[in-house]
């Protein structure tokens, strides 16, 4: 009966301190948000610089001090301890899943409570101090001499690490200097760690150079794709009624490459396999030789163009609206235009001893039934047979011009055969043979996106999948290097130093690493910069606390035993 007596009366101590630890933490909250606000308002307000901070700490001291009884009297118990762990935990919760950023004059309710930047408010960091205070208290009980060195190590080096902590976060900073070959800089563009976004610049008292950069991606992996469309979006208004918008397709297999295996579609009769893998794709074109024989049903000429761009090649259609003209004044230089019979008004102006009429528009005639071309040059005209495969310089250095593949009467005669120019991955496309079980296969081509635009896919007939082919694999980087160089405000080079991944580069107390590069600018190298005053400091925290765990369970054990 005693005993139950007893447990009960505990119990209801316990109850009572926990809701005194509840108290005093939430006024210590409360302290917090009064004395940061006051510190904001006087700070903007009156431009004395530190005016404000020194206001803000005055009004906190003060308060906390109208408390300090009950808090010390209650700030080495367990339910107390317990209680601000119980705070810190949900109070770090709530500065995960809210928007962090460091600009602290956000006006309304959230920014009264600080939180918009709940890892710098002061009530936050009332948290830690009231743990450390704790501690402490714990570690005064216990004298101080060698037999409790353990103890008294185990208990107070865990304030030693807080105050690291508290010195990276409020005095240290990450950054970023972006950097293009040969460029230096001494400023160091601040971001919030959260979201990412630039707040702030800083200055470093010397600058970093930038003397080469080098990235490497992985090998592509290209691999064969199915997905499948959501049609269960939401209706959405539009100018004309309701529409669904769809929510984003979902990848449902990711195949290797393997010409011949049969893959069946999940809940339908259709099937598809690889027929073939082209790591270079191109038509190879055929056309008959003996054209003279050919009715000029649907005249056409194709074009290999060499540009300083690249190669490219056109095809013309004389009796295709739109289809007989390209106008390339960028890369050829002239106005491409093909004619099976030569318009009447253009054959007698170029015919015409005296030439008249033409504009001074770079011009190159294809005359297809007489198989001549004409070339209208700043005002000349010069006639040639037109011959394929004879390349016809468009610059001094042969670096530009055109030849003519096929002289085409009828198009339809034309045979294009899909090939592959080389085994190297330039323009990789797949051939897929897709059928319903019992029918005849139907051939698509899938080719991975580009970046100027899509992909080609292919939807499976009635389902809701399509195929793609992709490669995942080449868009990761496999290596990157920096090579810096530290100048100093003289302009001499104090340092020269690689950074890779994972191997940092330190100096004067800076640590700088690789943060960013751009696949599309093999020039470019973002050197992330960060300044961690207090990392030491945690680290011999750390160690200290090791050394008095040691102490306490292993070193003073076989001090007693002996």
Known sequence: MNNSSNNKSHNHTDGRVFKKSIHLISQTVLIGLISQNIYHWVGKNFLVPGIGFLAGILVFIGLVALMAKP??????????????LIFIALATALGTFIPQQTDAAVPGLIGFLQLNDIFHSWWYVSFFALMAGGLVKISSKKKFNLENIGFHLAHLSPILVLCGFWADHFLGFKGII?????????????????????????????????????????????????????????????????VNDPKPSKMVASLPLEPGKIHRIYGSD??????????????????????????????????????????????LRANVAGRNKLADMVNLGAWLEFYWDLPDSLNNRLSSAIQTGFTKQNRIIFDGKNQKIYFLIHGKITEKALKTNEFHAMSENGNIGFSVRHLMPDVAYMKATPATKSQELKNPVAKVE??????????????????????????????????????????????????????????????????????PMLYKGFRFYQNDYDPQNPNYSGIGVSQEPGLMVIYMGFFLLVAGVAHMFYVKKVNNHA
């Open 71 to 84: 808090l010390y009297r209650i700030i080495d118990n367990p339910p107390f301890n317990v209680s601000n």
């Open 178 to 242: 972006k950097l293009e070959e040969g460029q230096q800089k001494s400023t160091v563009l601040l971001y919030n760690g959260q979201s990412g976004e630039i707040y702030d610049s800083t200055e470093l008292g010397f600058s970093i150079r930038l003397d080469h950069f080098e990235f490497e991606n992985h090998e592509p992996d290209y691999r064969i794709q199915l997905w499948k469309r959501d049609t269960t979006g939401r209706a959405v208004m539009v100018s004309h009624g309701e």
């Open 270 to 315: 259709m099937r598809f396999r690889l027929s073939e893998f082209y790591p270079d794709f191109e038509f190879e074109y055929e056309y008959p030789t003996n054209i003279d024989t050919i009715t000029a049903k649907d005249p056409g000429i194709m074009i290999d163009l060499k540009t300083m761009d690249g190669d490219a090649f056109v095809q």
């Open 434 to 503: 897709v059928w319903k079980k019992g029918g005849s296969a139907q051939n698509a081509f899938l080719y991975p996106t580009q970046s100027a635009g899509k992909g080609g896919s292919f939807i499976v007939p009635g389902t809701l999948y399509f195929l793609a082919m992709e490669s995942i694999k080449d868009k990761e980087t496999k290596y990157y290097k920096s090579e810096v160089s530290v100048v100093g405000e003289d302009g001499q080079i104090v340092k020269q130093s690689p950074i890779k991944v994972n191997e």
